[in-house]
């Protein structure tokens, strides 16, 4: 059964650092990986998908990477600002399009 | 588009009662889920189907029956409310072709936050 961990949990970080998040999957037969947000009370918002072929993944300051050998993804966030304070959730995708998330790692951006 | 969309926002039962939690996209997906989210833990899938007329049991399905007549409709039903139902509920939708392997970006709902008393 896959199991994916998020570590930190938690994490609080001055404006303007560049912060990495982490994620492990333990079987290596997935489909693609996919990086979500959640704000408080709200839905997710995917941010990132990286396809199973892929090594990584870029929109704007975020950079995700895929090394499926090792079962890990990062998630690179450039020069946090606070409004990056939310949940992220990492979500490894398996035949049938089914989902399997770890539990979150929630970030904090002090201004 | 409006998306995917969910109703109720919030709902509060009673142990043993039944309701429906409903969902709907207007993107013309195929495939379309309902998951879990308890605090501390990830979102777990309850059921999903790959298109109208066919579903499948999630790593959840106990308590919870779904049907899928529409391609833009799947309602979540619980048929006799327990306090372990106590969750928030997410619909995802996405674009994947029947029978292929391929996923796609799943696109989330706003959530149904259920209370069982």
């Known amino acids: 059964k896959q199991e994916v961990t998020q570590i930190p949990a938690a994490l609080s970080v001055p404006e303007g650092e560049n912060l990495v998040l982490n994620c492990s999957f333990t079987?290596?037969?997935?489909?693609?990986l996919q990086w979500f947000r959640q704000d408080p009370g709200k839905g997710l918002t995917s941010l990132l998908l990286?396809?199973?072929?892929?090594r990584e993944q870029t929109s704007g300051r975020l950079n995700a990477s895929l090394d499926k050998s090792s079962g890990r993804s990062t998630l690179y966030i450039a020069a946090s600002q606070p409004g990056d304070s939310a949940t992220y959730l990492c979500?490894?995708?398996?035949?049938?399009?089914?989902?399997?998330f770890g539990a979150g790692t929630i970030l904090r951006v002090k201004s | 588009n409006a998306g995917v969309t969910q109703t109720p926002k919030f709902q509060v039962l009673k142990t043993g009662q039944s309701m429906t939690l409903q969902c709907a996209q207007d993107?013309?997906?195929?495939?379309m889920s309902w998951y879990r989210q308890d605090p501390g833990m990830g979102l777990r899938l309850i059921h999903y189907?790959?298109?109208?007329?066919?579903?499948d049991q999630g790593e959840v399905p106990n308590g919870y029956n779904v049907s899928r007549s529409t391609t833009e409709d799947f309602p979540l039903r619980l048929l006799s409310a327990a306090p372990s139902q106590t969750s928030v509920y997410f619909c995802?939708?996405?674009?994947?072709?029947?029978?292929?392997?391929?996923?796609?970006?799943?696109?989330f709902g706003p959530g149904t936050r259920l209370t069982v008393l």
């Open positions: 995802a939708s996405s674009y994947s072709p029947l029978g292929g392997g391929r996923t796609d970006t799943q696109y």
């Open positions: 079987d290596s037969a997935i489909y693609n």
């Open positions: 990286i396809q199973s072929s892929q």
């Open positions: 979500a490894v995708g398996e035949y049938g399009n089914k989902l399997v």
């Open positions: 993107m013309n997906h195929e495939y």
């Open positions: 189907s790959v298109g109208a007329g066919i579903t």
